[in-house]
């Protein structure tokens, strides 16, 4: 499968690099494909590739010393993961599953070395990224610190919506989610996502239904985030 999906190149990783530098690098990727459920890597596993995400989510997580697992992220088409162990060479440093069927573009070291040898911005770029997401680990270690629940899931959904999660609708943005995923991402348990979630409901805020979450006011999330 070629990467030839327009919203792809448009990859952070590849901006502002020559059309033709485009074409090299579809060149240097390998497709491949998971199942909904399947592991795509293991915390702790050896690892020598970046991926991208074609179509399908992927769920990012960890499991505590209690065997608790607990989601980082979900990642989107067009989203990147696995560049840490890429750029380090130390083992995987979270588990990577895909949540639907997912399509992914791999780029293993040796490719990427010979990318970045013709085009350094590659490098930059990657820099960036991981740059982008250490400012996103701080601000989010801080509201887990101090930010009680409904704090905690207003973020969480602010940072589903940012990361562009879900459908666009008339109205906000609908995200394919359960409250149990959402209490994982917040850090919180199911039983106060759903309350939180029926609070969030009726103050306009979204329009929760069992399986699926409509964010319809992120300012009001913003005030709810921060307290206003
Ligand atoms: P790597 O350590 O190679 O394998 C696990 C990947 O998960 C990691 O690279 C990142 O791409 C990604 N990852 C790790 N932590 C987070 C996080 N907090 N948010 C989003 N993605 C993450």
């Not at 010393?65 to 992220?73: N, P, R």
């Not at 969480?156 to 459908?167: D, I, S």
């Not at 399986?211 to 913003?222: C, M, N, S, W, Y």
């Given at each position: 499968m070629k990467l030839d999906a327009p919203e792809l190149l448009q990859s952070p990783l590849f901006e502002g690099l020559p059309p033709e530098a485009r074409?090299?690098?579809?060149q240097a990727f390998r497709t491949m494909v998971y199942r909904p459920g399947q592991t795509i890597f293991e915390a702790g596993d050896s690892g020598h590739a970046?991926?991208?995400?074609?179509?399908?989510?992927v769920k990012i997580s960890h499991c505590n010393?209690?065997?608790?697992?607990?989601?980082?992220?979900y990642l989107n088409p067009g989203e990147i993961f696995g560049e840490m162990s890429l750029v380090d060479e130390e083992?995987?440093?979270?588990?990577?599953?895909?949540?639907?069927?997912?399509?992914?573009?791999?780029?293993?070291?040796?490719?990427?070395?010979?990318?970045?040898?013709?085009?350094?911005?590659?490098?930059?770029n990657l820099a960036r990224i991981l740059a982008r997401r250490l400012r996103e680990m701080n601000h989010e270690v801080e509201i887990?610190?101090?930010?009680?629940?409904?704090?905690?899931?207003?973020?969480?959904?602010?940072?589903?919506?940012?990361?562009?999660?879900?459908?666009?609708?008339?109205?906000g943005r609908r995200m394919g989610l359960t409250h149990r995923e959402l209490a994982d991402l917040a850090g919180t348990s199911r039983e106060t996502a759903t309350r939180v979630l029926n609070q969030f409901h009726?103050?306009?805020?979204?329009?929760?239904?069992?399986?699926?979450?409509?964010?319809?006011?992120?300012?009001?999330?913003?005030n709810v985030l921060y307290d206003l």
């Open positions: 074409e090299i690098a579809e970046l991926y991208l995400i074609r179509s399908g989510r010393l209690d065997g608790k697992e607990k989601v980082l992220a083992p995987r440093s979270a588990t990577a599953t895909a949540v639907d069927e997912v399509t992914l573009h791999a780029l293993y070291l040796e490719e990427y070395w010979g990318l970045v040898r013709r085009y350094p911005q590659v490098a930059h887990l610190t101090f930010e009680e629940a409904r704090g905690r899931i207003a973020y969480a959904l602010l940072k589903l919506y940012r990361h562009r999660y879900g459908e666009p609708t008339a109205r009726e103050q306009g805020l979204v329009h929760a239904e069992s399986r699926a979450i409509e964010v319809l006011d992120t300012e009001g999330l913003e």
